[in-house]
């Protein structure tokens, strides 16, 4: 039955990324771009969001420092920077910034107005909130030699700085809102994107229209954009498949895709990317017996990856065996070398044998226990119904319980579970942002193990200071062996990002973050 | 009838003060709090200190009988305070949703009412027989029908035979009635056929009784033509516990919407309060339960106050 | 002996005394066809076992999303798990949460009215009062409140919580009616009698009010037994309810079987009759019971 909806019709290519040829076609101007966003953001203020329902409908109307280049992830491009240099000993940034930049209201932007962002970022006033300050701890100042040039002096080396200036969280204000009112952001939307602040109906969409003093020449394409929000899955798809909205930006599941190509057939592009996201096992180490690394090993070998990867890619949006870091990124593990990580080897009896051994020197004997998970249909249920499948299957009964976000992420933080499911899910695959989960519990916020592994800690250190990729990626094999063999908190499956567009959205470019390419700048519509 | 009138409006306020208090311990039972999900439920590592803050901000440090106190000093002078999640004021949430939400439930009413009144009578007057079965096996099916299914079975329907399905974003019927009506139909039916299987068996065991009382009897035996007794005895004095379903009904049905507002997408009270109710929103939850409360309680009073105009023993009982 | 000749025979005529069970079926023959689908969901509850064709909960990687067919009669869902074992398992979630919470319901309901309607005065006056609160809530938004409050409790597969959440919206209603119906009884002179004998309160509750007030408590049980197993169906829906992977009815419904709907409408389909037949079943067989018992009782 699958077969018949299995192959979609166009499959744009998908791990490589190739460059995208589709641009041949001369940009039409005009049109309204409608598209589905699954949640709604709280409030406006970039500095303060985490989500992917505040990027997609906000962050059109601002620019960033640095983004990525929409085509080549991860490759750094200018947003309103014109160029840069890193000085020798990593620790001096010179921007050269963009000349006859505007903001919505008119007003010129400037080295002052990155300056008052950046310094609002790092060291919030008068009740602003900032919730990435961490990411710019080593800063120790920042100049504006004139009002093109902006100067990021640092403390220590740190291999992500730049990564970190395309974070796409760092919107410019611009300073004299913030002078006047540190929360301004909070309600107000006035940046220099592609596209000002038309209006937000609570609960139902966002809308933004073209900014005539954008200062890249003849952009944006579109005259506006409309983000619906639909929270229910089925009604986001139908609405696609009617054409209510041209796309979704976040992810769709293969069901969905198989279902919108079936119906549609050549109507739709399909783009497919790993994804920067995985589902993680994390134990509470403090309880008994998962204070005891064979049993946790024991849990992380008796999982079938592959055969997982397979069956449930067919079901869910995981497709990607991968270790500590997305599979497919530069610094990961290739294939080979993740087979020598425990639980990734591709011999299954064998696994489950030693795993039924570990368990029995452990002294554990008809191992149960209660499986906490997160009660999002997906993909965090078929993940967690084929893990209890895979334990059963070296006798290890564990009971799903799934609450409701809010209790699931209380119980989590709170220890008040033995083993669960807990996500990883980052803009981007900078190793400072994703093995925060693994460092210890005393350095991360995010670490809801309750352990402290010192040499973790010093393997995350010595990665991040390391300029030469090389060495970097030599400590970070270090890191995960033993982070994979402690197994205080093991990868599952990671995620596979499936996007079905109608075929009027061009200039769109797929990357493995729902969080990246969203400004919209040079998307348009051919119609 | 004054005396009774004050009495049952007394008698309001310690309902509401109950209702109160329950919502307000129940949500703060609740495990979870708004600030551990808004800044953790999409990943990002946001430290301790920005979530102690963020809840100082809002004010769930204070004690909680502070937090009664203030909620309870903003009743009374009719402010709700503001949405924790949105920093919106509360009522401004609300008011954005209301109109939908009404809508849809005046249209379930009209279609249940249009529906109920002639079935009911139908059965009623052909009791026992073939027509009377029919009705009662569709009333039945009404009420064990779940909404969201047929919802979700309409939905199906329209999208793979027309490719087509209700539009997405609300527009009030004054402003484009073709938009809004195509858009609201579907869940006023969706929710109207169990609204209308409660009205039909409403309205078909009272016509039953009420063709049994003797004035009915006498009415016929003075050879009165059918058709009139139903019409001029019959029916005025089955009206009022039919009229009281419908209105108690509708007072739930608000609250009904729930589930069917999350099938076809409205933005609405129901999906509003869903969406409250799991991100801990208190002032949120606790103004939309005082809300629904109070209209309940209301359409009782009134309810009551008519029984009670209409049948004088009620007032000294 | 001429007289004898001339006075006819007397034949009495005898009615047949027909089983209760016969009797019922033959006035409320709607009401029967409910028993019948009730016992048969009750079957297929208790003996899931022996009676389904599958595991349940065992995922068949090779077999997922297969339309129905001989091997299986209503397809399998997204983990290859056969739909139609899963609606066997789960009349067994359905009835054991209709009937566990309709038993906590008008259990408790049912006491607090006798209590209520017994003792008068402030006792009656406060509990109607809170009575009066709970009402005013709409049913599932207590419900939602509650299950978000208590979390979730699971005792073999079954969430004891849920129950508990699906029980308390129902005691006040058993609570009213109880009330009235005891109230009446309380005037009447035997139990004055009682009282004058010096009978204990609980004596005279027990077993002088409570027989009276079986037959609406009856009624209203079936009728609650309906409304659990769509409330149940509901929440489950809503995410709120039970827990993959239980089978359960509503949960079908939920979470990612609707993203299936046009592969596999079995999937959609399937569960919505399950429930809707068993809703209607104990509907059908409540009024039943209801004009066979007592006609003047409404809910």
């Known amino acids: ?527 | 009838m004054l005396r009774y009138t004050i009495n049952r409006i007394l008698l309001m306020i310690p309902t509401l003060l109950g209702v109160a208090v329950l919502v307000f311990v129940l949500l703060r039972l609740m495990p979870g709090d708004i600030v551990e999900l808004r800044f953790l439920m999409d990943g990002g590592q946001v430290s301790p200190e920005v979530l102690a803050q963020e809840r100082t901000r809002l004010g769930l440090d204070k004690p909680l009988w502070q937090q009664f106190v203030d909620w309870m000093s903003g009743l009374m002078v009719g402010d709700f305070g503001v949405s924790m999640w949105t920093g919106r004021p509360v009522w401004d949430e609300i008011a954005s949703r209301l109109e939908l939400s009404m809508q849809v439930a005046i249209m379930a009413t009209i279609l249940a009412t249009l529906i109920a009144i002639p079935l009911g009578t139908l059965a009623a007057l052909f009791k026992d027989r073939w027509v009377d079965r029919f009705i009662q096996v569709f009333a039945i099916a009404g009420l064990a029908v779940p909404s969201f299914w047929l919802g979700m079975l309409m939905i199906m329907f329209l999208l793979v035979n027309f490719n087509w399905i209700p539009p997405l974003t609300f527009k009030p019927i004054y402003v484009d009635p073709w938009h809004n009506l195509s858009q609201l139909i579907w869940p006023a039916l969706a929710v109207g056929y169990r609204y209308s299987a409660v009205a039909t068996r409403m309205t078909r065991s009272t016509i039953i009784e009420v063709l049994q009382e003797d004035y009915i009897r006498t009415a016929r035996a003075k050879g009165v033509f059918e058709r009139l007794v139903v019409r001029r005895h019959a029916m005025r004095n089955a009206m009022l516990p039919v009229v009281t379903v419908i209105g108690l009904e509708f007072a739930f049905l608000i609250g009904g919407l729930v589930v069917t507002e999350q099938v076809f997408n409205l933005n609405g009270i129901g999906k509003l309060f869903v969406e409250t109710v799991t991100r801990a929103d208190y002032t949120m939850v606790q103004a939309l339960v005082m809300l629904v409360a109070t209209f309940f309680i209301l359409v009782n009073f009134l309810v009551d106050l008519l029984y009670a105009a209409l049948d004088p023993r009620i007032r000294y009982r | ?299």
Request: charged share 20%.
């Open chain 1, 1 to 527: 039955m699958m077969r018949k909806f299995g192959l979609p019709v166009v499959l744009v290519a998908a791990f490589a990324l190739l460059p995208a040829t589709a641009d041949a076609q001369t940009p039409k101007k005009g049109g309204e771009l409608r598209f589905a966003v699954s949640a709604e953001p709280p409030d406006y203020d970039c500095h303060a969001a985490t989500s992917f329902a505040f990027v997609h409908p906000v962050r059109p109307h601002y620019n960033t420092l640095l983004k990525f280049d929409p085509a080549n992830y991860p490759k750094v491009v200018g947003d309103l920077a014109q160029s840069w240099e890193q000085s020798k000993d990593g620790l001096t940034y010179t921007f050269k910034l963009k000349q006859n930049v505007k903001f919505h209201d008119g007003s010129p932007f400037s080295s002052a107005d990155v300056k008052a962002t950046y310094e609002r970022i790092r060291n919030p006033q008068n009740g602003a909130r900032s919730i990435r300050k961490a990411a710019y701890a080593d800063i120790a100042s920042i100049e504006t030699p004139d009002a093109s040039t902006v100067v990021f002096k640092l403390k220590a080396k740190n291999a992500s700085m730049l990564t970190n200036f395309a974070s796409p969280w760092d919107c410019i204000y611009s300073a004299a809102k913030l002078k006047e009112d540190q929360k301004f952001p909070e309600r107000n939307v006035m940046g220099t994107g592609p596209f000002k602040f038309v209006e937000h109906a609570a609960g139902s969409h966002w809308v933004g229209e073209r900014f005539a003093d954008y200062h890249v020449k003849d952009r944006p394409y579109l005259d506006r954009y409309r983000a619906i929000f639909i929270t229910n899955t089925a009604a986001r798809v139908n609405a696609l498949q009617a054409g209510e909205v041209l796309s979704e930006f976040r992810g769709h599941s293969p069901a969905d895709r198989d279902k919108l190509v079936s119906a549609l057939g050549n109507k739709i592009e399909v783009h497919e990317s790993p994804w920067i996201c995985s589902l993680v096992v994390t134990f509470n180490t403090e309880k008994k017996p998962f204070d005891d690394a064979r049993v946790r090993r024991a849990l992380s070998l008796a999982i079938d990856r592959y055969q997982g990867a397979e069956a449930l890619s067919k079901i869910a949006l995981v497709r990607h065996v991968g270790g500590v870091l997305r599979p497919g990124y530069e610094l990961a593990a290739s294939p080979a070398e993740l087979l020598k990580y425990p639980g990734f080897g591709k011999d299954i009896n064998a696994a489950r044998a030693e795993a039924k051994k570990l368990l029995a020197e452990a002294g554990v004997k008809d191992l149960s226990f209660k499986f906490l998970n997160r009660n999002v249909p997906m993909p965090y249920t078929p993940v967690g119904v084929f893990l209890i499948d895979q334990w059963r299957q070296i006798g290890v009964t564990a009971e799903h319980d799934q609450p409701e976000t809010k209790a699931y992420i209380a119980n989590l933080r709170g220890g008040n579970y033995e083993v669960g499911l807990d996500f990883n899910c980052d803009a981007v695959d900078d190793p400072n942002l994703q093995l925060a989960k693994y460092i210890s519990a005393d350095r991360s916020p995010i670490n809801y193990g309750r352990y402290n592994d010192r040499k973790l800690d010093e393997l995350y250190d010595a990665q991040k200071g390391e300029l030469d990729p090389a060495k970097r990626k030599q400590i970070l094999r270090q890191f995960g062996q033993h982070a994979l063999t402690e197994a205080y908190t093991f990868p599952t499956i990671w995620w596979h990002r499936i996007i079905v567009n109608w075929k009027q959205i061009k200039g769109w470019h797929m990357s493995p973050s729902h969080y990246l390419n969203q400004d919209l700048q040079d998307v348009w519509l051919d119609q």
């Open chain 3, 1 to 299: 002996m001429a007289i004898a000749d001339t006075t006819p025979k007397i034949t009495y005529k005898v009615p047949k005394r027909r089983h209760p069970l016969v009797q019922f079926a033959v006035t409320q023959p709607l009401g029967a066809a409910g028993l019948v689908v009730i016992i048969a969901l009750f079957i297929a509850g208790i003996f899931s076992e022996s009676v389904s064709p599958y595991d349940p909960l065992v995922l068949d990687y090779s077999a997922m999303l297969a339309p129905p067919t001989w091997e299986h009669w209503m397809g399998t869902d997204a983990f290859g798990r056969d739909v139609l074992s899963r609606i066997i398992y789960g009349a067994r979630t359905a009835l054991a949460v209709g009937f566990l919470s309709s038993l906590l319901g008008s259990g408790i309901g049912a006491v607090i009215g006798v209590v209520s309607a017994y003792f008068g005065g402030r006792i009656d006056m406060a509990i109607q009062r809170f009575m009066d609160v709970l009402l005013s809530f709409p049913i599932i938004v207590l419900a939602l409140a509650v299950v978000a409050v208590l979390g979730k409790w699971p005792v073999g597969g079954l969430d004891l919580n849920l129950i508990i959440a699906i029980a308390i919206p129902m005691i006040p209603k058993v609570a009213r009616v109880v009330r009235s119906s005891a109230l009446a009884i309380r005037e009447m002179p035997y139990i004055d009698a009682a009282r004058a004998a010096g009978y204990s309160h609980s004596r005279i509750i027990f077993r002088h009010i409570a027989p009276n007030v079986v037959a609406p408590f009856l009624i209203m049980f079936t009728a609650f037994i309906a409304q659990a197993i769509l409330l149940e169906a509901s929440l489950s829906f809503l995410g709120l309810g039970v827990t993959e992977p239980t089978a359960a009815w509503g949960l079908m419904l939920s979470g990612t079987s609707q993203e299936f709907y046009q592969q596999a409408p079995w999937m959609i389909i399937f569960p919505g009759l399950a429930i809707s037949l068993a809703v209607f079943a104990f509907n059908l067989f409540g009024d039943s019971l209801r004009d066979w018992l007592d006609p003047k009782i409404k809910l």
